[in-house]
């Protein structure tokens, strides 16, 4: 008898759990922060960053509860097949290299470059023609500086830095007219700056892939493929509705 | 020269990182760090003649400054003197409205005074050490001859120094052509930017550096290959006979 009530006791608490679990499904996501705009905290500790409404946003809308757990970069990968966590979305860049051991979404976003000057520097738009005699500035070896050396090579001449600070030097001393960078490097070491005053010219630039790569995506363990495609129709009806586009603009908006 | 481009596509078939494209940047940056090693060694003998007969000088107010000049610059890395004068001058106020700006607004010119200093400083201390080297007898016989100062130093006592100063000469020149290739880090497109370019853009980092070392082991042995001859022919005279 005593037996009897144990076994229908445990069978109603699974069954409950089950019901409970279609009720609203718990996802970890792992993010390593601070990483500015994508995901960082905020003054009073909360998670906040284009990273974090997106994928908020996408729990949403397939109907999930997610908590984010903060992961050091090293060992985030390890920590999803750990099972630590079910999904990465921390600006992880889609490569083969780490398609072998995870599974991407569809890309949500190509991390945009953009070209920074100071804002009497006259410059107000970026061709060949705007730029011709200008000294361009551009990290050693990035994907600004291929970009900026196939395009802009011929006309203009290019100073390369080794770091994004010494590039910040000598623009604040006036040898460099614009640079061309990581649209979140330049914000937080020439927009954010004190010293200076920085706008960003022309549109963000995130095309052509030969470039710019394929984007970043969320990644998941390889056999939850059902998992990734959930997400992905979530990431298509948030791009259709404006709901993306609308965190997108608040992150990325231009500064004028 | 489309012939030769042809040709140079041809020869490089299938290789990803030495391309016609790769190789000029090559080619540019062996033209840069030609330049810049020449332009400071010509610039830094002009600065190092007088100033090593000042240095040998009795007067203190002539020997003291320049002892701590070289003191200095030879106590201190030329990748420090390099960014004092390249990212340094610019926290002088108004200097970017100023005349200078022409010169330090380019990397070049900050890098080649910088460099001038360097080698000024080191060659300085080679010529004082020749001259100071020189027979006490040949001083003698000038004075012998009832020359005058300036004159016995043009004459008899800088000539003999030069020729004594060349061996060590030559590896200043040397060390100055390795040490140039920290003017990449301002910017500089010398052999070494080249490379740090190539090795950045194709993730080579060994195909890219052993192709720079080459380059520089030619350019040093051109170099040692002049100032060996030049020995043979100066120092003829201090030669053993008859070997």
Request: glycine share 8%; charged share 20%; aromatic share 14%.
């Amino acid at each position: 008898m005593k037996k009897l009530l144990t076994t229908s006791l445990l069978g109603a608490t699974l069954i409950a759990g089950a019901v409970q679990a279609q009720d609203a499904e718990q996802l970890r996501i792992g993010v390593d922060v601070p990483y500015e705009p994508m995901e960082y905290r905020t003054p009073d500790g909360e998670l906040t960053g284009f990273d974090i409404e997106l994928g908020n946003a996408m729990c949403e809308q397939i109907n999930a509860e997610c908590e984010w757990v903060v992961q050091a970069w090293d060992g985030i990968i390890p920590g999803l097949m750990a099972r630590k966590y079910d999904a990465i979305m921390s600006s992880m860049t889609i490569n083969d290299e780490r398609r072998q051991t995870v599974l991407f979404s569809d890309p949500y976003i190509k991390p945009p470059s953009a070209w920074f000057a100071a804002d009497d520097s006259g410059i107000d738009a970026v061709y060949p023609q705007t730029l011709e005699g200008k000294t361009i500035g551009v990290q050693r070896g990035t994907l600004q500086d291929n970009y900026v050396t196939d395009n802009y090579g011929d006309v203009a001449d290019i100073s390369r830095y080794t770091t994004a600070d010494d590039l910040v030097l000598d623009m604040d001393a006036g040898r460099i007219d614009i640079a061309f960078l990581d649209f979140p490097v330049g914000k937080s070491t020439l927009l954010d700056s004190e010293d200076g005053n920085y706008v960003t010219v022309g549109d963000m630039i995130s095309e052509p892939a030969e470039y710019f790569g394929e984007g970043f995506g969320i990644a998941f363990r390889q056999r939850d493929e059902d998992l990734a495609e959930r997400f992905n129709e979530a990431l298509a009806t948030l791009q259709e509705n404006g709901t993306y586009d609308e965190i997108y603009e608040k992150y990325f908006k231009n500064h004028e | 020269m489309e012939q030769l481009n042809a040709w140079f596509t041809d020869l490089l078939a299938g290789n990803a990182i030495f391309t016609a494209n790769t190789l000029g940047f090559y080619w540019d940056g062996l033209v840069t760090t030609v330049q810049l090693v020449f332009l400071c060694l010509v610039l830094g003998i002009v600065l190092a003649v007088p100033l090593a007969i000042g240095r040998g000088s009795k007067r203190p107010w002539i020997k003291w400054p320049i002892y701590l000049y070289t003191y200095v610059f030879r106590g201190t890395p030329l990748l420090i003197q390099l960014y004092l004068v390249y990212y340094g001058v610019v926290f002088f106020d108004g200097i970017q409205d100023s005349i200078f700006w022409v010169v330090f607004k380019q990397a070049f010119y900050p890098a080649l005074i910088a460099f001038t200093l360097n080698t000024a400083a080191y060659t300085t201390e080679i010529f004082h050490g020749a001259i100071k080297n020189t027979a006490k007898g040949e001083i003698e016989a000038a004075r012998a001859y009832g020359m005058s100062k300036p004159l016995m130093m043009r004459r008899i006592i800088l000539p003999s120094a030069f020729r004594r100063a060349l061996p060590a000469y030559g590896n200043e020149v040397i060390f100055m052509l390795h040490a140039s290739a920290v003017a990449s880090v301002v910017t500089i497109m010398d052999l070494t930017g080249a490379a740090s370019y190539v090795y950045a853009r194709f993730y080579a980092p060994f195909a890219a550096f052993s192709f720079v070392a080459v380059i520089y082991l030619c350019l040093t042995f051109s170099i040692m290959f002049c100032f060996r001859k030049l020995e043979k022919r100066l120092l003829a005279h201090l030669r053993p006979r008859g070997a």
